[in-house]
């Protein structure tokens, strides 16, 4: 049986953070929400390709599916702040940094969290 607990102990601490930064006025409300979002997407995104690395049958092929791994999650990135950065308009320089800075936090955090799941021995 496989264990998804890097990912889901990631998201869980990723929303703890975001959720002790709402609480002590470190991060915006709103922000914390679209954080919340980005965070929830990419546990459901991570979980699928975590699930497609763990087993892989070589190291050729675990570095093919990292790497369209990393390239999916930088296509979602980048559509996900795009459409909050379109829709808010309004927002100040420093909402945009600290969703901007959140969203980066948790793409290295899932991509660490990607980069460790091993494949099976060659």
Known sequence: MKTYFPPVLSSLLLFVAI??????SLINNEIAGW??????LFTL???????????AKN?????????????A?????????TIALYTH??????????????VFIAYVVFTV???RSKPLQD
């Open 19 to 24: 959720g002790i930064g709402a609480q002590f």
């Open 35 to 40: 954080a919340y979002g980005y965070i929830g």
């Open 45 to 55: 995104i991570v979980l699928f390709f975590y699930k497609q690395l763990t087993s």
């Open 59 to 71: 190291s050729k092929s675990f570095i093919t599916l990292f790497l369209g791994a990393v390239a």
């Open 73 to 81: 999650k930088m296509f979602i990135t980048l559509i996900y702040l």
């Open 89 to 102: 308009k309004n927002w100040a320089m420093m909402e945009k940094m600290q969703l901007a800075i959140s």
């Open 113 to 115: 969290v990607l980069a």
